[in-house]
């Protein structure tokens, strides 16, 4: 497709549900990013993965939280256990190999009841 | 600890005139800096950018200045319209040579533009 493409556009769970969101990035973007944007707040970085190996997954707040890209192409973040806090916009980029400039989705908004 | 900071989280402008949105960075080695426009529902979207290499960069109605020195870009939207209300996200990056990096968000400003 031409743009990123993130699914589901919306999801609502309840407290210690599994949860799991997916990413499509712009074909021949190499590098993938998550980030998380709750009520107020900037985007937050999450994990970046060059290929299929995370670069750097400083960002993941816990051990819930997980992220895999096995061919290089789509990811999915995993959240195990949800809580309340959970709850934002999960946010998935892609850009071209060395580029500054990050091309984001519209967003999955995770709402856990 | 807000390594960019968005200090001023709204302001209301009027159709034709300028606005001017605020960042602060306190990490020296951040040495690129974009600005992203929000809109609701939607994933931000890249509006402009500049290396620390210069202090100024121009594309059409929008201008980012940098003061190194005193950690400081501001974005310059002239004359603004009514299509420009969004919320701008301010963003940086210490890039590696060759390789990608993250970026840094600031909390965002709301601008509102009153036709």
């Known amino acids: 497709g031409a743009g990123v493409s993130q699914t589901p556009s919306n999801k609502v769970t309840e407290k210690g549900k599994y949860v799991e969101l997916r990413c499509d990035p712009i074909s021949g973007h190499t590098a993938l990013y998550w980030y998380r944007q709750s009520l107020g707040q900037g985007p937050e970085f999450l994990i970046y993965?060059?290929?299929?190996?995370?670069?750097?997954d400083s960002g993941l707040p816990n051990d819930r939280f997980f992220a895999v890209r096995p061919e290089g192409s789509v990811s999915t973040l995993k959240i195990q256990r949800t809580e309340r806090g959970d709850s934002a916009v999960y946010l998935c980029?892609?850009?071209?190999?060395?580029?500054?400039?990050?091309?984001f989705g519209a967003g999955s908004r995770l709402t856990v009841l | 600890d807000q390594q960019v900071k968005q200090n001023s989280p709204s302001l209301s402008v009027q159709e034709g005139r300028i606005s001017i949105l605020n960042c602060d960075y306190t990490?020296?080695?951040?040495?690129?800096f974009l600005w992203y426009k929000k809109y609701p529902a939607e994933g931000p979207t890249f509006l402009i950018s500049?290396?620390?290499?210069?202090d100024k960069n121009e594309d059409g109605r929008f201008t980012v200045f940098l003061n190194k020195s005193a950690k400081h870009l501001s974005l310059h939207i002239v004359p603004s319209q009514p299509g420009d209300s969004a919320v701008y996200f301010c963003a940086a990056s210490a890039k590696l040579r060759g390789a990608n990096s993250k970026l840094t968000f600031g909390k965002g400003i709301t601008l509102s533009v009153r036709p």
């Open positions: 990490n020296s080695m951040f040495d690129y």
């Open positions: 500049i290396s620390s290499i210069k």
């Open positions: 980029a892609s850009s071209l190999p060395g580029a500054n400039v990050l091309t």
């Open positions: 993965f060059q290929g299929t190996g995370a670069a750097d």
